[in-house]
């Protein structure tokens, strides 16, 4: 890459990351958006941009020369609640907003890569009309994460790569209930790992884990953002045809505030699996499409909070991806993510909040890719 880039890369991602996401949950799979059309499926294994910092840094083994991938994806969440008292039910609370990544990796020696990411792997934002029935426990609530992710990856031999990362990662939040007004901040180190496992040129299985990050945002109480694994596989099925899959597993236990002093939350420790597809229609064009279920943080109505009323959701992608030669790769992607009525039946602050929520997600996402 030229002195002269250099510049207008960091000015790409000072302005992607202004803004925050808002989607399904406290975690943020569209760390890319290339991966967005097969609802992340093989996210560990696929390796074909920079945005595997992220995902597995073992595969950036797989990458020649410097690469660059720069993306932005947006949320249109409706978090809809009827109050099973008498109305106040509090509009739709979803907030729709945009998130931005950007990764760079260097093929520093033929068996020796770096890398370095910038992206969100947590968020939240739901807001609700202040006078709605559930105010004295939730109105505002806002969570950002910025996460900075310098990499190296070493090929060990053709059939296995490892990786390992460090992670700086920012929080703030700000929280807002009846008689509460909050704002806190803090920063922290966590890492990442993997390995890529090359089992034929045509087959690729993908490990990869992410330290869970405790943080402290003054004057609140301490999050401690969840550690999470995946195992990915893909696999070149024809000339044409790809297929991949996915299965993570998240400690969401771990989490028992999201910072807002007073309030704490009890969650389960989740699993998602995904599985997609991708078409080869000519040498310019890709198609994709996917699926994947991500079971809820919550099990029960009476764990269920206000600020985060998630429920188990499904994920149906779709995307494609336009190769343009030496001028670099074009993916765009969109999901809708369909997730299951929540009841709720919570008690805190001096009330009770019962009702249900109707919730879905619309996720648009695009992203450029190119080497040197």
């Known amino acids: 890459m030229s002195k002269s880039a250099l510049p207008a890369l960091s000015a790409l991602l000072l302005a992607a990351f202004s803004a925050n996401a808002t989607a399904a949950g406290l975690q943020y799979w569209q760390q890319n958006a290339s991966g967005l059309g097969v609802a992340y499926a093989g996210s560990a294994a696929v390796g074909d941009n920079a945005g595997t910092v992220y995902f597995n840094p073992a595969a950036m083994t797989m990458l020649p020369g410097i690469q660059v991938s720069l993306g932005a994806v947006g949320a249109w969440p409706s978090y809809q609640f009827a109050n099973a008292g008498i109305g106040l039910d509090g509009g739709d609370a979803g907030l729709s907003q945009g998130a931005g990544n950007g990764y760079v990796t260097w093929q520093a020696m033929p068996d020796l890569a770096l890398g370095l990411g910038i992206s969100q792997p ?27 992710n310098p990499s190296l990856a070493y090929r060990v031999s053709d059939k296995v790569s490892l990786g ?39 087959m690729r299985v993908g490990v990869s884990y992410r330290s869970a990050v405790s943080l402290s945002p003054d004057g609140g109480s301490g999050i401690k953002l969840p550690d999470t694994a995946i195992l990915s596989v893909w696999q070149q099925v024809s000339d044409r045809w790809e297929a991949m899959g996915d299965l993570s597993y998240t400690h969401w236990n771990t989490v028992k505030s999201l910072g807002a002093p007073g309030e704490s939350i009890d969650f389960d420790n989740a699993w998602r699996v ?8 000519s040498d310019a064009w890709k198609l994709k499409f996917g699926i994947a279920y991500d079971r809820s943080t919550t ?10 009323p998630d429920n188990d959701n499904l994920w149906l992608s779709l995307g494609a991806q336009w190769n343009a030669g030496r001028y670099g790769r074009i993916d765009a992607g969109y999901s809708y993510i369909y997730v299951r009525d929540s009841n709720i039946d919570s008690a805190g602050n001096g009330i009770r909040v019962q009702g249900s929520y ?15």
């Open 358 to 372: 109707d919730i879905n997600s619309h996720v648009l996402g695009a992203q450029y890719s190119i080497g040197f």
């Open 164 to 202: 390992i990362g460090a992670n700086y990662q920012t929080l703030d939040t700000d929280m807002t209930r009846t008689g509460l007004n909050y704002s806190g901040s803090d920063g922290a180190w966590g890492w990442n790992t993997g390995a890529l496992f090359t089992l034929s040129p045509a």
């Open 299 to 308: 099990r029960s109505t009476s764990t269920r909070i206000a600020r985060m």
């Open 122 to 148: 947590f968020g939240l934002g739901s807001d609700y009309d202040a006078n709605w029935a559930g105010a004295p426990q939730a109105i505002r609530s806002e969570i950002r994460t910025v996460n900075y």
């Open 274 to 281: 995904a599985w997609g597809a991708a078409y080869r229609a």
